[in-house]
């Protein structure tokens, strides 16, 4: 069964540095989506992607984060200077691109610790 | 953002039996409601879905029902069977948009 894969498991870093996480989608999947798990908290959307450009982002997307779509399977979330508070599992996620096809699919998450 | 709760944090049921999890929302332009399963450090696993213009959708031993006038949904599992052991979140996507909106997680435990 596809799956999302996403790359490295676990990042650690210092506070004020760039990080990229990288993420496979679902080959047939044409959205692409980022959330991110605060330590006990919620699930938080991110931004998503589509047809090469951000399609919504939330409020926590500010000018720190990037999307980029560098070849025709990955997909990367970039963080430019990362602060302690950005510590938290990442999530990427895919979505089909027809009526029907809403569900979006979830990979194991990187887990990025900020010191 | 509370827009999706689920007031349970946690749920115990005996193998074999019946598991219900509740979630509640408050947006009224939600349209499409999903279940995800949880285990620790994976990714949220899609269970089961639900469209706005149902009330019910059926997948195996699990079953989904949402009740738009309470502003409620409910996840069922049965039989419930030790695997399921998990944390359970309800997610929703307002119309036109494609962000889900997560609530906090219910952890289920199923005891032999």
């Known amino acids: 069964e596809p799956e999302v894969t996403q790359t490295p498991s676990h990042q650690v870093t210092q506070m004020g540095q760039e990080v990229i996480l990288r993420c496979v989608p679902i080959?047939?999947?044409?959205?692409f989506y980022w959330y991110r798990q605060i330590l006990g908290q919620k699930v938080e959307f991110l931004v998503s992607?589509?047809?090469?450009?951000?399609?919504?982002k939330s409020e926590i997307f500010d000018d720190q984060f990037s999307v980029e779509r560098p070849d025709g399977s990955n997909f990367t979330l970039k963080i430019r200077s990362t602060k302690l508070e950005d510590s938290a599992m990442y999530f990427c996620?895919?979505?089909?691109?027809?009526?029907?096809?809403?569900?979006?699919?979830f990979g194991p998450g990187t887990r990025l610790l900020v010191l | 953002d509370q827009q999706v709760k689920q007031n349970s944090p946690s749920l115990s049921v005996q193998e074999g039996r019946i598991s219900i999890l509740n979630c509640d929302y408050t947006?009224?332009?939600?349209?499409?409601f999903l279940w995800y399963k949880k285990y620790p450090a994976e990714g949220p696993t899609f269970l089961i879905s639900?469209?706005?213009?149902?009330d019910k959708n059926e997948d195996g031993r699990f079953t989904v029902f949402l009740n738009k006038s309470a502003k409620h949904l409910s996840l069922h599992i049965v039989p419930s069977q030790p695997g399921d052991s998990a944390v359970y979140f309800c997610?929703?996507?307002?119309?036109?948009?494609?962000?889900?909106?997560f609530g906090q997680g219910t952890r289920l435990t199923i005891n032999p």
């Open positions: 639900i469209s706005s213009i149902k």
């Open positions: 992607f589509y047809n090469n450009e951000i399609s919504e």
């Open positions: 080959s047939n999947h044409l959205y």
């Open positions: 947006n009224s332009m939600f349209d499409y």
């Open positions: 997610a929703a996507r307002i119309q036109g948009a494609q962000k889900l909106v």
């Open positions: 996620a895919s979505s089909e691109d027809r009526a029907g096809g809403e569900t979006q699919y």
